[in-house]
């Protein structure tokens, strides 16, 4: 099984893929954050790991079509084994949300997703 990711190695990969693609498409204003990677339990002998993977972007001025753009350069970049290589990636998206981030100091419109990884 390859080394387990650390949750910030995660986090500065899907910026580093989300900021380079192309203009026409830019993210820039994309928070990137994720949850803690855990094993997943059930099989015992499961060799996956799952985490919360949240994509937020300034409520004001912010809509859904600049998470949905973000989520698949995340898709696609895990397809392309650009992310993470060594792990296939399972992204199964929940209801956007708003919310205050007083680390931010603003209320974002969040995407939480929740990543499964399975070593390639």
């Known amino acids: 099984m390859p080394d387990t990711p650390e949750r910030a190695e995660l986090e500065a990969a899907i910026y580093r893929q989300l900021s380079s693609q192309?203009?026409?498409e830019t993210?820039?204003?994309?928070?990137v954050k994720v949850a803690e990677l855990e094993p997943v339990?059930?099989?015992?002998?499961?060799?996956?790991?799952?985490?919360?993977l949240f994509l937020s972007v300034p409520f004001l001025g912010g809509d859904r079509t600049k998470l949905d753009q973000a989520l698949a350069r995340v898709r696609r970049g895990f397809k392309h084994n650009e992310i993470l290589p060594g792990w296939r990636a399972e992204l199964s998206e929940e209801n956007v949300y708003s919310h205050r981030?007083?680390?931010?100091?603003?209320?974002?419109?969040?995407?939480?997703v929740v990543l499964t990884l399975t070593p390639a």
């Open 22 to 24: 192309p203009a026409r």
């Open 27 to 31: 993210t820039e204003a994309v928070i």
């Open 41 to 52: 339990t059930s099989p015992p002998d499961s060799r996956q790991l799952r985490a919360g």
């Open 101 to 112: 981030d007083d680390g931010v100091g603003a209320v974002l419109l969040t995407l939480p």
